[in-house]
């Protein structure tokens, strides 16, 4: 248990499909991260909101479109989603953003999209 | 962007000895992280390095070199709940994070 909870554990999606992915931290952080992970590769980071303001857009779809309503919840809003944006998305938190603060990450949504 | 490079697989035995590496080439340092993330499951915090040198906790220990661009993550006394994907993570001047692919490390009994 990491302190931050990814809700769904699992979820499918056709491409006309809206869904929205929530996550939670009982941490008391002030950043929280979108990340997607496909096989082999290496995390991407999607957004990045500290203090519930959004100062991370790593040029993200406009399908994938995130919520920060404040320093604790975060949520990912999906509407016609591709098959190539199946993957895991992974939610994580950290004190602040940057320097040495490391990452208390969820365990994700593992997505498929038909 | 980044580059980080990390090997895709190890195997090694039970109460062995594993050494991942890690190469990375980014505009600037501000420290570099290891996270070991089970199959299915969060990754979870290994260790920090933002100085040269050795890092020891317990069984595991990191290593940096910022000359070189490198660093390791030596895994001591190897469990069979050491199987898992660890993943370097290296913070550029820009404090962004850039994660590697991940080493999955098989232990064998």
């Known amino acids: 248990e990491t302190g931050v909870t990814q809700t769904p554990r699992h979820l499918v999606m056709g491409m006309t499909n809206k869904k929205s992915l929530k996550c939670e931290q009982h941490l008391g952080h002030n950043a929280m991260y979108w990340y997607k992970q496909s096989a082999k590769k290496p995390l991407e980071l999607m957004f990045v909101y500290n203090f519930k303001e959004q100062t991370e857009n790593n040029s993200v779809p406009s399908r994938f479109s995130p919520e920060c309503p404040n320093s604790s919840h975060l949520f990912l809003h999906l509407h016609t989603l591709q098959p190539e944006d199946s993957a895991l998305y992974l939610c994580?938190?950290?004190?602040?953003?940057?320097?040495?603060?490391?990452?208390?990450f969820g365990s994700g949504t593992q997505l498929s999209v038909l | 962007g980044q580059n980080i490079d990390q090997p895709t697989e190890m195997t090694a035995t039970e109460g062995a000895i594993v050494q991942i590496n890690c190469t990375y080439q980014?505009?600037?340092?501000?420290?570099l992280f290891w996270y070991q993330q089970h199959a299915g499951e969060a990754p979870t915090f290994l260790s920090y390095?933002?100085?040269?040198g050795l890092e020891e906790k317990g069984r595991f220990s990191s290593f940096l070199s910022r000359s070189k661009g490198y660093s390791y993550l030596l895994l001591k006394e190897l469990q069979m709940k050491d199987s898992a994907s660890y993943l370097c993570a290296v913070r550029d001047g820009d404090y962004k994070l850039s994660f590697g692919a991940g080493t999955t490390v098989t232990v064998r009994a």
């Open positions: 994580a938190s950290s004190q602040d953003e940057g320097g040495g603060e490391k990452l208390f």
């Open positions: 390095n933002v100085l040269d």
């Open positions: 980014t505009s600037g340092f501000n420290g």
